[in-house]
């Protein structure tokens, strides 16, 4: 069976820290890693990671994958309150058609 | 560019009711799914539409869920009857085709069971 599993699965900071979440995965026919931020109900995509070693950056969020170790980190520096939200990690399999397998999220929580 | 709609954003029934969400998805968008959110947990997908038909719906507990997307454009998801363990955020996602690789999600459904 498919597997996605993120730690932790809570962190709480202060204002300004430099955080790093954790994904890994066991699945059968990879095929993308993908970042989400979820504040209220609707999950907004970050980033998509397909090849290992190449970071991907958006202002302050970075992310990287390692296809071999099975595993992908996304990085936040400078942290706001704004960043406050769950972070979903999903993977990309394709079993026929091509689906989004999730893990349980890292609720991250900015102290000011 | 609108983004995906759902309806109604939140519903309370009772156990053995019945109740039905409704998604319209980006326009253009072929594919669409149905996800469900239990607390504490990512979404887990429970079936996917390519245009009006089904690709997958292995997740789905067939007994008592049932999909549709006649016209290949928006797409209702069925529950009856309801139990208490259905109490979840069912979220709508499209996606422009069917590699999936960056879906975007709809405001979800919160359903409460009681």
């Known amino acids: 069976e498919d597997k996605v599993v993120q730690s932790p699965l809570s962190l709480v900071v202060h204002e300004g820290d430099t955080v790093t979440l954790n994904c890994s995965y066991e699945?059968?026919?990879?095929?993308?890693l993908l970042w989400y931020k979820q504040e209220k109900k609707a999950p907004t995509f970050l980033f998509m990671l397909t090849s290992s070693g190449i970071e991907k950056k958006s202002g302050r969020l970075s992310s990287i994958l390692d296809k071999k170790e099975l595993f992908s980190i996304l990085n936040i520096t400078a942290t706001q309150t704004g960043d406050s939200a769950v972070y979903l990690c999903a993977v990309g399999v394709k079993v026929g058609a091509q689906k989004l397998v999730f893990g349980q999220g890292t609720r991250l929580t900015i102290n000011p | 560019e609108a983004g995906v709609a759902q309806s109604p954003r939140y519903k309370i029934i009772e156990k053995r009711q019945s109740v039905a969400f409704w998604c319209n998805p980006i326009s253009g968008h072929a594919t669409l799914y149905w996800y469900q959110q239990i607390l504490g947990q990512g979404p887990k997908l429970l079936i996917q539409?390519?245009?009006?038909?089904?690709?997958?719906d292995s997740q789905l507990p067939k007994d008592r869920f049932s999909a549709e997307r006649l016209k290949g454009v928006d797409s209702t998801l069925k529950i009856q009857p309801a139990k208490l363990e259905d109490s979840a955020v069912y979220l709508c996602?499209?996606?422009?085709?069917?590699?999936?690789?960056?879906?975007?999600f709809g405001p979800g459904t919160r359903l409460t069971v009681l």
């Open positions: 539409f390519q245009n009006n038909g089904v690709v997958d």
């Open positions: 699945v059968t026919n990879f095929r993308s």
């Open positions: 996602a499209s996606s422009l085709d069917r590699t999936g690789a960056e879906q975007f």
